[in-house]
Structure formats: structure tokens, C-alpha cells
């Protein structure tokens, strides 16, 4: 069985930092590409940052640009999501996924989440 978990998230004053971190289990996924989202409340859930299977490949959401920085480690079967200069709009449950690769589209294995709240 396939889980991803989400970690990292926290209380965090603008302008700090947080390291988020995804492990996957159930199956390898160094060919899949990964990403990270999130929900605020009240809101839709939104794309973060993606990177692809080797890593050398990475997109971020315009508002994130230049602040968050999204890596991986295939050994360890994990993504990360180093956040910088965090603002009170970055608040939200952040979630990762798995590109399936059968489909083309985000996989069925949405973790808990990991909430990250930030206080201006």
C-alpha cells in the first residue's frame, strides 16, 4: 500500500523558515515526478512546486518563486520543501503527491497533510 507522510510544517513568525519533508513507502517513485501543494482554509486546493524524476527539472507557483525551493532524494524515497521568507498567505495544510505515471495526473495517494501557519 502506497502512503505518502508529510512532515516538517509548524508555527513560524513572517519571514522565517520551514523545511517540509514528504516519505513516500509502499513503492518507489524515483521516476515519478513530485510535487507540493496546499490548502488554505476556505480555499481550493493549489499547486506549490514540482520537480521531476531525477530532479533536474523544477516549477514553482508564481507567488513562491525565488522563496521555496523544492528537492528530492531518491534513496530515501523522499521530497522536500525548503521554504524562506515565509509570509502569512503562505498558511495552509501542505500536501504531496505523486505523478501516476498510468494516467499523466496526480496519483490517489494524498497524505495527512502537514499544517504550516504563519504569524505576521
Known amino acids: 500500500q502506497v502512503q505518502l507522510v508529510e512532515s516538517g510544517g509548524g508555527l513560524v513568525q513572517a519571514g522565517g523558515s520551514l523545511r517540509l519533508s514528504c516519505t513516500a513507502s509502499g513503492r518507489a517513485f524515483s521516476s515519478n515526478a513530485m510535487g507540493w501543494f496546499r490548502q488554505a482554509p476556505g480555499k481550493e486546493r493549489e499547486y506549490v512546486a514540482t520537480?521531476?524524476?531525477?530532479?533536474?527539472?523544477?516549477f514553482y507557483r508564481d507567488s513562491v518563486k525565488g522563496r521555496f525551493t523544492i528537492s528530492r532524494d531518491n534513496a530515501k524515497n523522499t521530497v522536500y520543501l525548503q521554504m524562506s521568507n515565509l509570509k502569512p498567505e503562505d498558511t495552509a495544510v501542505y500536501y504531496c503527491n505523486a505523478e501516476d505515471l498510468a494516467t499523466g495526473s496526480w496519483g490517489d495517494w494524498w497524505g495527512q497533510g502537514t499544517q504550516v501557519t504563519v504569524s505576521s
Open positions: 520537480i521531476n524524476g531525477s530532479g533536474g527539472t523544477t
